[in-house]
């Protein structure tokens, strides 16, 4: 699909396959196009062009109540948890909820306090988000981007900003989750040592390009100077670090 903000490109043609009950990675730098093609995933945006398919629907062609209900399958766990300040943490778990089922309180209750259990938290309903760690607001996020029973959960850079245990411990959640509620887990990450550690399937964006994919131990080792770069982080190579310089670097691109 593809996706342009006033000329830049931000999804330039990627097709993506997300493997079912797998935890797909898609890693890239910063302003490499992973949150825009998440977008496009989940229904959040349009591609330009392009088609998403799920099952056997295809996303751009459904009408405004359908794709309510695709979203309701789709959990995500966005870049800044984006909690309601203003809820305590059982308010926030519980708001898909409210908002789309008329299940009594009592069973909700049950269901946000089994989530928070699965996020490895409990007693924590009555606190309010300011008083949380990052790494528990990113937990909250979760038992929230779960509460609705998802077939596909989405995590947007979940370790970002969090200290390496912390983020150890999202990466262990990401990897449990996935294989006890049997969902398929697309994560989007600029980590490349957590992603190596969680990853069935890694893509490679740059510059809204999709430039590799593989498995863990094909990207590893890879002959392609671009993806050695990427993953050792190294300045010196074929990629370059500024978008600005992307015009004199077309020719390394996959077309
Ligand atoms: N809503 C938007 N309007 C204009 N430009 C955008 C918008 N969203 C993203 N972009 C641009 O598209 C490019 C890719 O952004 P993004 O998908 O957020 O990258 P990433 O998540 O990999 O950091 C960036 O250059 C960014 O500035
Ligand atoms: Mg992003």
Redesign the pocket.
């Known amino acids: 699909m593809r996706k342009t ?2 000329g ?1 490109v ?1 999804s330039d043609d990627v097709t993506c396959r997300f493997r079912k009950g797998k935890v797909t990675v898609i890693l ?10 998440m977008r496009q995933v989940v229904g959040l945006e349009k591609p330009d062009s392009g088609t998403v398919h799920f099952g056997d629907r295809e996303l751009t062609s459904l009408s405004r109540a359908e794709l309510y209900e695709y979203r309701k399958k789709m959990g995500m766990l966005f870049q800044a948890s984006a909690l309601f300040n203003s809820l305590d943490v059982f308010e926030n778990i519980a708001f898909p909820l409210r908002e789309h089922t008329k299940l009594a309180d009592q069973v909700i209750r049950t269901m946000v306090k089994m989530k928070l259990e699965l996020v490895g938290l409990r007693g924590v309903e009555g606190l309010m988000p300011s008083q949380l760690s990052g790494g528990m607001l990113k937990r909250i996020g979760l038992a929230r981007a779960i509460i609705m029973d998802p077939e596909v959960v989405f995590y ?2 979940p370790t970002s900003g969090l200290d390496p245990i912390s983020a150890g411990v999202i990466d262990k959640l990401i990897v449990d989750l996935n294989e006890i509620l049997g969902v398929t887990s697309v994560v ?1 990450s ?1 980590d490349i040592e957590s992603s190596f550690k969680i990853a069935d399937w890694i893509m490679i ?1 740059f510059f ?1 390009k999709k430039i590799a994919e593989g498995t863990p131990e094909e990207i590893q080792s890879s002959e392609d100077p671009r993806v050695q770069q990427f993953i050792k982080g190294s300045p010196e190579g074929p990629i370059p670090f500024t ?1 600005t310089d992307k015009d004199f670097y077309e020719d390394i691109l996959i077309p």
């Not at 890239?28 to 825009?36: D, N, R």
């Open positions: 903000y006033n830049l931000a890239g730098g910063s302003g490499s196009g992973k949150s825009t093609l947007d850079e989007v600029h964006l809204g978008r």
